[in-house]
């Protein structure tokens, strides 16, 4: 009834919004003076605002002020940096009032894992970012929320799709063969991977497992990146863990309505660089066979035109927040309609969030509830057609009236589409439907129980639950050239996940006054089970018939997937400062995997760190410039259990697909595969050491951490080659390698200017990070190169990345391009590297991997107005150009198939005729710095009846990149550039209305 | 109070309940999968896990794309068919191709390492395939097969018996290519690391494994179709024993005429009419020349590595892929002029053996990438003797079974033999058999050849003719010491244009770097350290 009734109430504030935007002006003045609580003296700056308002004023070097409000204004804010914020009610027409000193930034509480910190009194090295820093715009995923924002954070989009995932690196990565996403907690939840072993959504159907939540219901990402601070995760902790909170009622707040909409245009920055149909009608002309010469068209068309589009993205939502006595509510709807730049791709998505937080029992038992649901219709553009339209022949036409494709010209081999040639793009995105529907909820209660007789004594029992279910489907038209010959194809996927925790600690706080000392301990059990399905999927044609020959049209199967894997964990943590000065922290956790053998299933994951807070001694007390300076040391073991396999150590078979079937006499038989196993597989641990600073200065107007830190992976999951007949398969994941991290992490956070009308905030990150394989194999060898890796687009099989000993991980292994006098590369002729005659070209050359990265952000504010940018910026990472590898060749315009190709503008310098894909030439310094948002506000502050607050922004995401890479974008995870779905440049317009 | 305690209660109750009850939920057991255990408890699942060792042959694993039994960048590329072929045609006179594939071409170049990855493929491939069939035999032991009813019982031994002869068919591809390899059998469980075995010692383990099979498997033609019999466990033995200089320094021709004799005096084989229904999809009906196949079906057998790769490589140009009952052509597969000028008459109006396309091809290969240079091969079809297409209706996946050992073959390997001066046979029967497969070529007897042109030169080019693209012409020209001397050369031989010798080490190629790595037991083969 209430929600009912609150949903009116916030229709009809709409409607009067619409109505006028009127403002009364019956104010009267209201003066006084602020001081400093500690001995009264007189503070100039401070900001005075009447609270539901955007303009206040600011005192002056009297500490006194002067302010015209209006009648409905019943209390001002006073605030100040290093001073506690503080909401007075107007009584008469003066007001005096004294701030209390703090430092503020320092008592804020943290999230940690199982429970909760006060900033100040942390020992590892953990990051939080809050919502008024996010990034700004149209932004459909939460992990993009903190693009650049912590360092040593690196935040990638795979692509420019709506909803796609990111790649996610903490501290670079700690594995080669296994998972090297972090651990992601929402609300004590912790979740399943977001992908699976080969990098897709682990949710089926939707483009990434993150987009079913709804960014907008986030209150603070907390990272959690040294090993002191992780270990408490244990198992999972590896590649360090991201807290996400989402946002809760208030105790005792005010009934308070927000409701947001975000209307954006997406753009495409840039074409990949191909011939003009001009060029290529040349090229042909001149150096093509008379058949080629006869192939040519007469039409001119931007193929990269044809598949992208503007597209129009918006994003509203609407909460209701307020306490009505103990029982603190928020409840959120969302409604997001992101259309993607390639045709025909969106995603919808409805979301729906509840946090009740009653407080109850005097005060002695706190819960926490969160209900979160997410409805998601998806379509996907057909990525194919991205590389198609790279391909496609500029002097073919789109369209053919003549054309059986649907009236899309195509190429054609006798009376059958030629199997071998480019497909139509438009008709690829046209003529294809791939849609899914997934449904995701995911909800926990929390009971923290603190005992009547015994306060000190916490009991706090979380049980959640994360559960999807997807459908989805894809149809292809048996029009579309691709699958003509099948009578079209359509076919259907479901999956069902579901993820159960159950979580319960004691928690207990002592403080000893008498020996300086305080203690907090926490002791707890936590239990999760991970279970997914899918069926077997089949995939048949639409008519059931080929066309041509009239032959009756065949169907796959895909194989039926279903698993489950199971954690049980016992964790503790010591929490001891001495004095306020000596922070302790030990914590240790054991696991129990049901991923590995009886032998081998638990592992045990201590921590042990240390912190000094150096500003609390005696002899800083005469340096008052430092607001803090915290000295912390940090070790800890954690692990990775995530394989990608949940019975890796079992021997098992599997049968094959109806179509792998083997013929006896005239009957087709099933096979049965006996699968490789390594019985004896085992954690991948972590060992990690941190040396941290905390400064702060001014009050902390400036404030900041460093860290160094090195992690050593050992027992690394690597799929390694098995010695020939001693396994089921060439190769089997287990446990051989190790891997070496480190690096240097600088944080650094400013209020440059606050004044009466003007602020200016700065954050600025910085890290620079090296990795390195130690070891790779059981017997140490030195004629092996290592394992190759980085499948490329063209040829075969063809790999272009090298995990080897010594080198980086995914470091390039490719040929040194020799060229000649005029600096250009001679087709064919690598230097002889190795000095073996030829025998083997190959060299390790430069690595995907950024040595240093950079996040820069800046807010202003001028009276109602904010201006704000956010920037990051990767260098020394290197991209192998598979676009032009593959393309910049004449071979790619011209072959004996009957069809002609287009080819990169990269042909007309190289001149290379056939590709080269070994050659570094096609591998460029990728350095960049990315404009990620610049968005411009203003606060009219409140309009209608002087109840709500309007604030309009203008956003433009991707704004601008600085880099000497040739091709599209330099920032593409994994260091290979083939034909990426492009990230669009997004402009937005933002209306946000808060009763 | 009463909530207060309800609380309590609660809390407690779930705290014991859980740390009690779940550590056994750690033991998950695999959903989708089944256990080896349940697996060999049926004789319908045996039998599947006996398809899977015949499939090894043709399949790249468990579905046609993904699932891949290696490990291997792509999955297609990788079976076992597709992998001895490319190493027994590639570096020879009868293949070329195009496609600029990791270090595919390094078959023609002949600079082949122990890094070389195609070469890797296959050599992880081979062992797959005897690791496959150890799986298979070390499951069934005899107090297993007992306790089946009699006539289970009965196929379940005969499928463990095929499953040894895949494991001899393999070990013997095996130390043809790699000479002295890692050797174990089913007594060696998983997890045990394999000692070497010099080329001898497994030529004579082979030897023993079919000598004692040729009296368990099925008589000739007695099996199912596809399944191994006498006859193909005759062939085995005829081939090792043609090849045995090779392999042990010790002549064999004797025993090859032996194994060829049992073959031919069985009566299952006679020649087909028509050399060219040999390779159609339905060349198991149309004659009975075929001893033992690897099959191939389009809808049900699908992988891009079995016939399927023969078809469609073979295919470019301007060749109209419908001739072939295929939607498309790779444009990869060519042969040199060598080959082509074994024929007299290369236009097939004389020798219908002689299945070339001209049309827009050179003869001479300037580029060995460019499919257009050299001439292209019709001689593999997915349609059958009455022009049908294949079963797949988008062209994607042959139904031709490969034939592996034919008859035709058996003749010339008893010829070869005879000329070698193995006893048991003579050269008047030679000379017979020679000319049938000629009368068979020309439809006449205008091919026949004379008792003074019968010599060896003369077996191993006709080999050329006859059993062109059909895989051994690697170890044809090894018996007959010609692969990689400068005595006999051919277009691109040695990665020149007009050949070059190449040293005698290349006669065996390198075991696989990864696994002299992985297996301290074992020595690189002479020439590649």
């Known amino acids: 009834m209430r929600k009912k009734r609150l949903l009116a109430r916030a229709k009809v504030l709409l409607l009067l919004l619409l109505l006028c935007l009127h403002t009364f002006s019956q104010n009267r003045l209201i003066s006084g003076k602020v001081t400093d609580a500690k001995d009264g003296s007189p503070l100039q700056g401070v900001s005075v605002i009447p609270v539901g308002s955007a303009r206040g004023t600011t005192t002056n070097a009297k500490g006194e002020f002067q302010l015209s409000i209006s009648p409905a204004t019943k209390s001002l804010v006073f605030s100040s940096v290093g001073f506690t914020t503080r909401e007075v009610a107007i009584g008469g027409e003066s007001v005096s009032v004294s701030l209390v000193a703090n430092n503020s930034s320092l008592n804020e509480i943290v999230v940690i894992g199982y429970g909760t910190q006060r900033k100040k009194d942390l020992t590892g090295s953990i990051t939080t970012v809050s919502a008024k820093d996010f990034q700004q715009g149209a932004i459909s995923t939460p992990d993009q929320l903190i693009t650049g924002k912590i360092a040593g954070v690196v935040v990638t989009p795979n692509s420019g799709q709506p909803g796609v995932s990111s790649t996610i690196r903490i501290r670079g990565g700690s594995s080669i063969g296994a998972s090297n996403n972090p651990l992601i907690v929402i609300d004590g939840v912790p979740l399943e991977n977001i992908t699976n072993s080969d990098g897709t959504s682990s949710i089926s159907g939707a483009p990434n497992a993150l987009s079913m939540l709804n960014p907008?219901?986030?209150?603070?990402?907390?990272?959690?990146?040294?090993?002191?601070?992780?270990?408490?995760?244990?198992?999972?902790?590896?590649?360090?863990?991201?807290?996400?909170?989402?946002?809760?009622?208030?105790?005792?707040?005010?009934?308070?309505?927000?409701?947001?909409?975000?209307?954006?245009?997406?753009?495409?920055?840039?074409?990949?660089?191909?011939?003009?149909?001009?060029?290529?009608?040349?090229?042909?002309?001149?150096?093509?066979?008379?058949?080629?010469?006869?192939?040519?068209?007469?039409?001119?068309?931007?193929?990269?035109?044809?598949?992208?589009?503007?597209?129009?993205?918006?994003?509203d939502n609407l909460s209701i927040t307020g306490g009505v006595k103990h029982l603190p509510y928020r409840i959120s709807l969302g409604y997001l309609d992101n259309n993607g730049i390639l045709k025909t791709g969106y995603l919808r998505r409805k979301s729906a969030a509840l946090n009740l937080s009653p407080v109850l029992l005097d005060n002695h038992l706190h819960i926490d509830v969160n209900l979160k649901g997410t409805y998601a219709d998806n379509r996907f553009g057909s990525s194919g057609a991205v590389g198609e339209a790279v391909r496609m022949d500029p002097t073919q036409p789109v369209y053919d009236k003549s054309s059986p494709y649907g009236g899309y010209f195509e190429w054609q081999q006798g009376n059958i589409p030629n199997v071998l040639s480019t497909r139509n793009p438009l008709a690829d995105l046209m003529l294809t439907r791939d849609i899914s529907t997934v449904k995701r909820s995911i909800g926990n209660i929390q009971l923290d129980y603190s005992l009547p007789f015994l306060p000190e004594l916490r009991a706090n029992m979380n049980v959640g639950y994360d559960i999807s279910k997807s459908e989805g489907g894809k149809y292809i038209d048996p029009k579309y050239a691709g699958s003509y010959t099948n009578g079209g194809s359509q076919s259907a996927y479901s999956q069902y996940r579901r993820t159960k925790l159950f979580d319960f600690y004691l928690n207990y706080t002592k403080e000893l006054t008498s020996i300086r000392s305080r203690f907090d301990l926490t002791a707890g059990y936590e239990y999760e089970d991970f279970y997914r399905a899918s069926p077997a999927t089949a995939t048949r044609s639409v008519t059931g018939f080929n066309p041509v020959n009239n032959a009756p049209a065949q169907t796959t199967y895909g194989l039926p997937d279903s698993s489950q894997s199971t954690l049980l964990s016992f964790y503790g943590r010591l929490n001891y400062s001495f004095n306020d000065r000596y922070l302790l922290t030990a914590t240790v956790r054991r696991d129990g995997s049901s991923r590995f053998g009886p032998n081998n299933r638990y592992g045990t994951f201590p921590s042990i760190a240390f912190a000094w807070k150096v500003n609390q001694e005696s002899f800083m007390k005469t340096l008052p410039v430092f607001s803090d300076l915290k000295l912390r040391l940090g070790y800890g073991v954690t692990g990775n259990q995530d394989i990608g396999n949940n019975y890796g150590y079992l021997a098992n078979y599997t049968q094959s697909t109806a179509t792998t079937q083997y013929q006896f006499g005239t009957t087709s038989y099933y096979t049965y595969r006996g699968e490789a196993y390594a019985a004896n597989i085992q954690w991948e641990q972590t060992a990690a050491y941190d040396a941290g600073l905390d400064f702060g200065f001014f009050k902390q107007r400036l404030s900041g951490s460093l860290d160094f830190y090195y992690k050593k992976t050992s027992h690394l999951l690597l799929d390694v080659n098995q010695p020939s007949l001693s396994n089921l398969s060439n190769h089997v994941i287990t446990n051989v390698g190790d891997l070496e991290n480190r690096g240097v992490e600088l944080n650094?956070?400013?209020?440059?200017?606050?004044?009466?009308?003007?602020?200016?905030?700065?954050?600025?990150?910085?890290?620079?990070?090296?990795?390195?394989?130690?070891?790779?194999?059981?017997?140490?060898?030195?004629?092996?190169?290592?394992?190759?890796?980085?499948?490329?687009?063209?040829?075969?099989?063809?790999?272009?990345?090298?995990?080897?000993?010594?080198?980086?991980?995914?470091?390039?292994?490719?040929?040194?391009?020799?060229?000649?006098?005029?600096?250009?590369?001679?087709?064919?002729?690598?230097?002889?590297?190795?000095?073996?005659n030829g025998k083997n070209l190959f060299y390790h050359y430069k690595s995907p991997n950024p040595a240093a990265t950079i996040g820069f952000s800046s807010q202003f504010g001028y009276r109602s107005w904010s201006l704000a940018f956010a920037m990051h910026g990767n260098f020394g990472n290197y991209m192998y150009n598979n676009v032009k590898s593959n393309l910049g060749t004449f071979s790619s315009i011209s072959n004996p198939n009957n069809y002609i190709g287009n080819a990169s503008t990269d042909y007309l310098h190289s001149n290379f005729q056939n590709a080269q894909y070994f050659s570094d030439y096609y591998v460029e310094n990728a350095s960049f710095v990315r404009m990620d948002n610049i968005s411009l506000g203003y606060n009219f502050g409140k309009v209608i009846q002087k109840k709500i607050n309007l604030r309009l922004s203008a956003i433009v995401q991707n704004a601008f990149v600085i880099t000497k890479y040739t091709g599209l974008d330099p920032e593409i995870p994994g260091g290979i550039d083939n034909n990426i779905y492009p990230k669009p440049r997004i402009w937005s317009l933002g209306v946000n209305l808060d009763y | 109070?009463?909530?207060?305690?309800?609380?309590?209660?609660?809390?407690?109750?779930?705290?014991?309940?859980?740390?009690?009850?779940?550590?056994?939920?750690?033991?998950?057991?695999?959903?989708?999968?089944?256990?080896?255990?349940?697996?060999?408890?049926?004789?319908?699942?045996?039998?599947?896990?006996?398809?899977?060792?015949?499939?090894?042959?043709?399949?790249?694993?468990?579905?046609?794309?993904?699932?891949?039994?290696?490990?291997?960048?792509?999955?297609?590329?990788?079976?076992?068919?597709?992998?001895?072929?490319?190493?027994?045609?590639?570096?020879?006179?009868?293949?070329?191709?195009?496609?600029?594939?990791?270090?595919?071409?390094?078959?023609?170049?002949?600079?082949?390492?122990?890094?070389?990855?195609?070469?890797?493929?296959?050599?992880?491939?081979?062992?797959?395939?005897?690791?496959?069939?150890?799986?298979?035999?070390?499951?069934?032991?005899?107090?297993?097969?007992?306790?089946?009813?009699?006539?289970?019982?009965?196929?379940?031994?005969?499928?463990?018996?095929?499953?040894?002869?895949?494991r001899a068919l393999a070990y013997w591809h095996a130390i043809d290519h790699f000479g002295n390899i890692p050797f174990a059998t089913e007594t060696s469980g998983v997890g045990q690391l394999p000692k070497q075995a010099s080329r001898d010692s497994v030529f004579k383990f082979v030897e023993s494994e079919l000598l004692d099979l040729q009296t368990l498997l099925p008589d000739p033609g007695q099996n199912e179709y596809g399944r191994a019999d006498k006859g193909a466990v005759w062939t085995l033995l005829a081939k090792l024993y043609l090849n045995a200089k090779v392999y042990t320094g010790q002549d064999h021709s004797t025993d090859c005429i032996t194994f060829c004799n049992k073959i031919i005096s069985s009566n299952a084989y006679s020649l087909a009419a028509n050399y060219a229904n040999l390779f159609e999809i339905d060349n198991h009906t149309t004659s009975k020349e075929i001893i033992f196949a690897i099959r191939a079906n389009g809808l049900t057998s699908q992988s891009y590595g079995n016939s399927t790769f023969l078809v469609h490589a073979a295919i470019g140009g301007s060749m109209d892929p419908s001739q072939f009952g295929v939607g498309g052509g790779w444009g990869g597969l060519r042969v040199t002029s060598a080959l082509y000028n074994l024929f007299s008459d290369p236009s097939g109006n004389t020798d219908t053996r002689a299945m070339f396309y001209t049309s827009g091809q050179t003869k001479d290969i300037a580029d060995l990438k460019n499919f257009n240079d050299g001439y292209a091969v019709t001689k593999f079809k997915n349609i059958s003797s009455t022009g049908k297409a294949g079963s797949d209706p988008s062209g994607n996946f042959a139904d031709l079974d490969f034939p592996l050992f034919r008859l035709g073959d058996i003749y010339l390997m008893y010829a070869e033999a005879v000329l070698r001066g193995g006893a048991g046979g003579d050269a008047a029967t030679a000379l017979g058999y020679v000319n049938a497969l000629r009368d068979r070529a020309y439809g006449n007897t205008t091919g026949e050849i004379t008792a003074t042109d019968l010599t060896l030169p003369f077996i191993l080019d006709e080999r050329g003719r006859e059993l062109y693209w059909e895989g051994g012409r690697r170890t044809d020209l090894i018996r007959y010491d010609l692969f990689t001397s400068g005595t006999y050369l051919w277009p691109w031989k040695g990665g020149i244009l007009n050949g070059t010798g190449v040293d005698g080490h290349l006669n065996i190629y390198p075991l696989a770097s990864t696994d002299i790595v992985a297996n301290p037991n074992l020595k690189q083969n002479p020439g590649y350290n």
């Open chain 2, 1 to 166: 109070m009463n909530i207060k305690n309800l609380y309590k209660g609660m809390i407690a109750g779930a705290l014991m309940v859980s740390a009690a009850s779940c550590t056994k939920d750690l033991n998950r057991l695999p959903i989708v999968q089944v256990t080896s255990a349940s697996v060999y408890n049926n004789p319908v699942t045996i039998k599947e896990a006996l398809a899977k060792v015949y499939g090894g042959l043709a399949l790249s694993g468990q579905d046609v794309s993904t699932s891949p039994d290696i490990n291997a960048p792509d999955v297609g590329s990788n079976t076992y068919f597709r992998n001895w072929w490319e190493a027994e045609e590639l570096p020879t006179d009868e293949a070329v191709i195009a496609w600029n594939d990791g270090d595919l071409q390094q078959y023609h170049t002949m600079n082949w390492t122990p890094q070389m990855a195609y070469l890797t493929l296959w050599y992880n491939r081979v062992f797959f395939e005897i690791s496959s069939a150890n799986e298979f035999i070390r499951e069934l032991p005899d107090s297993k097969i007992s306790s089946f009813g009699a006539s289970d019982a009965a196929n379940i031994k005969t499928y463990r018996n095929e499953a040894r002869f895949l």
């Open chain 1, 748 to 836: 650094i956070n400013a209020l440059a200017v606050t004044s009466k009308d003007f602020t200016w905030n700065v954050g600025f990150n910085f890290s620079y990070y090296k990795n390195k394989i130690t070891k790779l194999s059981l017997v140490i060898d030195t004629t092996s190169p290592g394992y190759q890796t980085g499948a490329i687009g063209g040829g075969t099989g063809n790999q272009i990345q090298i995990n080897s000993v010594n080198y980086p991980v995914n470091s390039f292994y490719l040929y040194k391009q020799v060229y000649d006098q005029k600096g250009l590369p001679v087709e064919g002729v690598y230097a002889d590297v190795n000095k073996n």
């Open chain 1, 216 to 315: 907008n219901d986030i209150e603070s990402f907390t990272v959690l990146k040294d090993a002191s601070a992780t270990a408490i995760y244990g198992n999972r902790a590896s590649n360090g863990v991201i807290l996400i909170t989402t946002k809760k009622g208030k105790s005792g707040g005010a009934l308070r309505i927000n409701l947001s909409s975000l209307n954006s245009l997406a753009v495409k920055t840039k074409d990949v660089n191909v011939l003009s149909a001009g060029q290529l009608r040349q090229i042909v002309n001149t150096q093509g066979t008379a058949a080629q010469k006869a192939l040519l068209g007469t039409a001119n068309t931007d193929w990269q035109e044809q598949i992208y589009q503007h597209a129009f993205t918006t994003d």
